[in-house]
């Protein structure tokens, strides 16, 4: 039986990083407010990009807000609209995720109780204050 390749492996080659990628720490409004700039470039009504990708305008204006988040297939669809790749897409975007190890410390941190937390920022802060005054 052949496999037929997904919207994720066309336009990034496996879905292994699509995952990771859906797993990030990106917040919904930074995504949808790089939806809006690139339909807005494009001078896309939201009537006319909901039509293409097929949504309704309502639910694009929430995904726009960062008040819903975009299903992987609507991502797909809309990058086949701008003619996009996710690298193209994200960009910059990418580079400010956080490394392995910051995650693993970030989820590391939330498993705390609020008072451990609270102890390890004054930790953070007091080296940060030291680095500092080390520089100068």
């Keep these: 039986m052949r496999s037929r390749r997904t919207l994720a492996d066309r336009f990034w080659g496996h ?3 699509v995952k990771s ?10 995504v949808g407010q790089r939806i809006r700039q690139h339909r807005q470039e494009r001078t896309l009504t939201q009537t006319e990009l909901a039509r293409q990708i097929g949504i309704q305008q309502s639910d694009l204006s929430r995904i726009e807000k960062g008040e819903y988040r975009v299903s992987l297939d ?3 669809r809309l990058l086949q609209v701008f003619e996009m790749s996710l690298g ?3 960009g910059d975007l990418a580079a400010q995720s956080l490394t392995s190890r910051e995650a693993g ?8 109780p609020h008072e451990d937390q609270d102890e ?3 930790f953070v802060e ?6 500092k005054e080390h520089d100068q």
Excluded: I
């Design 74 to 76: 609507v991502l797909f």
């Design 15 to 17: 879905k292994a990083t």
């Design 88 to 90: 193209e897409f994200f």
């Design 126 to 131: 007091f080296k940060c204050g030291r680095q």
């Design 105 to 112: 410390l970030l989820e590391s941190f939330r498993t705390l």
């Design 21 to 30: 990628l859906t797993r990030s720490s990106l917040p919904a409004a930074t």
């Design 120 to 122: 390890v920022v004054e």
